[in-house]
């Protein structure tokens, strides 16, 4: 839902009602995983998608008219076929489908929760979606849970619940995880009674570009796109400017290595190494083979990569931590300008994530497309 969340935050402030349809479950080959979200408003504008194009129309219809009753729906898509379902994804995946009302009357939570997204305060949404229905309810019953590290806001209908998805809900914000997760009537772990989605929105991961170049402006826009915090870092004050990278959440004028010393570094983080030089790239790559960042890759001919190595080896960095190093940066996409290769860093750093190869699904043996 984050990649809606400024469309349907302008939607809560016009008073507007409209429909959020969320993935709650895949499996197979879906093409969109759980959070991935869809809204449609009640004149009919829509923003996101659920499945990019496969299930969009019967999702919208199903939208409409939970926006008429008010009453959430849980509906499943699947394989093409007559006989299964009404509408198929053609991939050969199913998906679940968490369709529930939003706006004047419904979820009073969610502007709290476009709130924190929107200043990147982490936060986690918990909602029941099937278990045992209280006196006068249907057994989608609206109950949310919102979670923050510090705080806990609503209900999911009993408070025993309540206890035991808090810690489980703070527990998959900590890892950024999103997915439904199953627990016993009361809470228990050991359990199924009970249904519950939990989407988690972390703060995004964060993006270190070192060395102001016309690379390093592709390699912010692209890093921006994807969803990273973008910082561009740079020691020289006339190349690291606002108006040479509009894109990047932050510009840094500092050594790059002393900056990467007060810097937070976690495993989401991914370092670019675009500085081309010995004596700013040397130090910062001692420093950054040190953290637990995700990705830490640096920009160089094979010749240049070499005596990088032999340089850092004489610094007592170990075999271990060089063999972490991604240099030459990027796949071999055969890129020529600095957009082409800003595709090939950004395709290797999602490689990475997913345990993607990086080959030609073509030439890739049967089996599933998505890990």
């Known amino acids: 839902m984050r990649d809606i969340a400024e469309g349907i935050a302008a939607w809560q402030a016009a008073g507007t009602r409209y429909a959020v349809a ?38 919208y219809e199903a939208a409409t008219e939970v926006i008429a009753t008010g009453a959430p729906v849980l509906t499943t898509y699947g394989v093409s076929d007559d006989d299964a379902f009404q509408a198929g994804l053609t991939c050969g995946g199913i998906i679940d489908i968490y369709v529930r009302p939003a706006g004047p009357g419904h979820f009073p939570l969610l502007p709290g929760v476009l709130d ?31 979670v923050t590290p510090e705080t806990v806001a609503g209900t999911l209908g009993d408070a025993r619940l309540d206890a035991g998805l808090v810690e489980r809900a703070r527990g998959m914000l900590a890892r950024g995880a999103t997915g439904t997760v199953r627990v016993g009537a009361e ?52 190349f690291a400017t606002r108006k040479r990278f509009p894109d990047a959440d932050e510009l840094v004028v500092s ?55 032999r340089r850092l080896r004489e610094l007592g960095v170990p075999e271990s931590s060089l063999a972490r190093l991604a240099s030459p940066i990027g796949l071999d996409l055969g890129a020529r300008t600095p957009e082409e290769t800003a595709v090939a860093i950004m395709a290797e750093v999602i490689a990475l994530a997913w345990g993607g190869t990086g080959r030609r699904l073509l030439n890739a043996p049967p089996g599933p497309i998505h890990h």
């Not at 969109?32 to 996101?48: H, K, L, T, W």
């Not at 949404?125 to 849970?145: I, K, R």
């Not at 228990?188 to 989605?197: I, L, N, P, T």
Request: hydrophobic letters at 45%.
């Open 22 to 59: 969320t993935v709650v479950g895949t499996w197979k080959s879906a093409p969109r995983q759980p959070g991935a979200a869809m809204a449609v408003a009640e004149n009919g504008d829509v923003i996101g998608s659920v499945s990019g194009g496969c299930v969009e129309g019967a999702v």
């Open 187 to 238: 809470g228990e772990q050991r359990g199924d009674d009970v249904a519950v989605f939990v989407q988690s929105f972390a703060p995004p991961p964060r993006m270190l570009v070192f060395g102001a170049i016309d690379f390093a402006g592709a390699v912010a826009r692209m890093g921006k796109f994807l969803g990273y915090h973008v910082t561009v870092c740079d020691a020289r004050p006339v």
């Open 255 to 309: 050594w790059p290595h002393r900056f990467l010393d007060r810097t937070a570094v976690d495993e989401n983080t991914v370092i670019c190494v675009l500085t081309h030089d010995p004596k700013f790239d040397v130090p910062l790559l001692e420093r950054a083979l040190r953290t637990p960042a995700r990705y830490v890759g640096a920009m160089g001919s094979r010749r240049t990569h070499e005596d990088r190595l």
């Open 116 to 146: 924190a997204v929107a200043a990147g305060r982490p936060v986690a949404v918990a909602s029941l979606l099937s278990g045992p229905p209280g006196p006068g309810e249907t057994p989608l019953a609206e109950h949310d849970l919102v």
